[in-house]
């Protein structure tokens, strides 16, 4: 069974950064395409970001040239690293094996303003 186990979340300010992680279990890491999701109060959750298998990235409008999607495929892990953050990224961050259709539990970001 695939098990993702997403952890790094946090409070931070305004501008600051953040570094989430993905850990994957049960599944054959590197021939995955994985995805982070985020879902904010009262709204629909929503794509940020994917990376397939051979490490190609795309990213949601919103996030372009602030948030970086990466993978570590010898620690089956996958990262966001996420700078300038804004009061509007304050959401639970889950990541998803788009390959399996497996979700994380999901961390929580806030950003203060």
């Known amino acids: 069974q695939v098990q993702l186990v997403e952890s790094g979340g946090g409070l931070v300010q305004a501008g600051g950064s953040l570094r989430l992680s993905c850990a994957a279990s049960?599944?054959?890491?590197?021939?995955?395409?994985f995805a982070w999701y985020r879902q904010a109060p009262g709204k629909q959750r929503e794509w940020v970001a994917t990376?397939?298998?051979?490490?190609?990235?795309y990213y949601a409008d919103s996030v372009r040239g602030r948030f970086t999607i990466s993978k570590d495929n010898n620690k089956s892990t996958m990262y966001l690293q996420m700078n300038s953050l804004k009061p509007e990224d304050t959401a639970i961050y889950y990541c998803?094996?788009?390959?399996?259709?497996?979700w994380g539990q999901g961390t929580q970001v806030t950003v203060s303003s």
């Open positions: 998803k094996s788009v390959t399996s259709d497996y």
């Open positions: 049960g599944t054959i890491f590197r021939i995955n395409n």
């Open positions: 990376i397939n298998s051979a490490g190609k990235t």
